[in-house]
């Protein structure tokens, strides 16, 4: 299992930084958008949030009718995560699910995968695996909502950036959804907001579906 030091260290911190699920009206639109087609599909199965953190996107996602476990390496998010959102299933994990199979084979099918601003923590190397092992576990129609910090250089696709609290990368919307395809989803949609005083990337919600 990974660790997450810089998260563990600065999880108090991080829980004051942000104290609500969405820092924009777009990140709460596009959540509900995701919910929607997860609903919509009519498929079995469980949701995972994908680096919850401290729960307040997971416990949205179950209050909008959604069965959902929030997974998180960092012991101390998931320890705010449960203090704030008792009803909430939150279990301690890693991205890709084949590190911790014994967890997310209890979870699966996955009828649909959250991970905001998570995935740029994982070393863009491991992403194809990250993605494979959510795509073994879903059926078709199962949906992925990514969010992260993006780039508009398509010389330099993926870029690490000075993220405050742990290695982070930025990716080109386009080298995701290439990435997401290889694995087996299609881009279904994708949003782009520009920088402003709060943000200093632009960011993109990409939502991808599990194909036959
Ligand atoms: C910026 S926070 C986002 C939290 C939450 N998704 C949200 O939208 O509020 C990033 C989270 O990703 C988690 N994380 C870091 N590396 C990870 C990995 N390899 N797999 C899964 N989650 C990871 C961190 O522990 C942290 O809780």
Redesign the pocket.
């Known amino acids: 299992m ?1 660790t ?1 030091p810089g ?1 563990d260290a600065l999880a108090e911190q ?1 829980e004051l930084t ?1 104290p609500d ?1 969405f820092q924009t009206p777009l990140e709460r639109h596009a959540v509900a958008a995701f919910t929607d087609m997860v609903l919509q599909h009519h498929s079995e199965g469980t949701v995972v ?6 729960g ?2 997971t416990a949205d996602l179950a209050h909008r009718g959604l069965e959902v476990v929030g ?4 012991e101390a ?1 998931l320890g705010i995560a449960l203090k704030s959102h008792p009803e909430v299933a939150f279990r301690r ?3 890709n699910l084949n590190d911790t199979v014994e967890l997310t084979d209890q979870l699966a099918p996955l009828r649909g995968v959250l ?4 995935l740029i ?2 070393d863009p190397h491991r992403i194809g695996g990250v993605l494979a092992s959510w795509a073994q576990r879903m059926p078709t129609g199962g949906v992925v909502l990514l ?1 992260f910090q993006s780039t508009d250089d398509e010389g330099r696709p993926v870029a690490p950036f000075d993220h405050a ?2 290695p982070a990368w930025r990716w080109h919307p386009d080298e995701m959804s290439a990435q997401l395809a290889r694995a087996g989803f299609d881009e279904a949609w994708r949003t782009i907001s520009r920088t402003d005083p709060l943000h200093r990337f632009p960011e993109c919600h990409l939502a991808a579906v599990r194909r036959p």
């Open positions: 990974r997450q998260y991080y942000f699920p949030d994908i680096g919850c953190g401290t307040h996107v997974i998180d390496p960092s998010m994990g890693e991205a991970a905001r601003f998570s923590h994982v969010a609290v742990a």
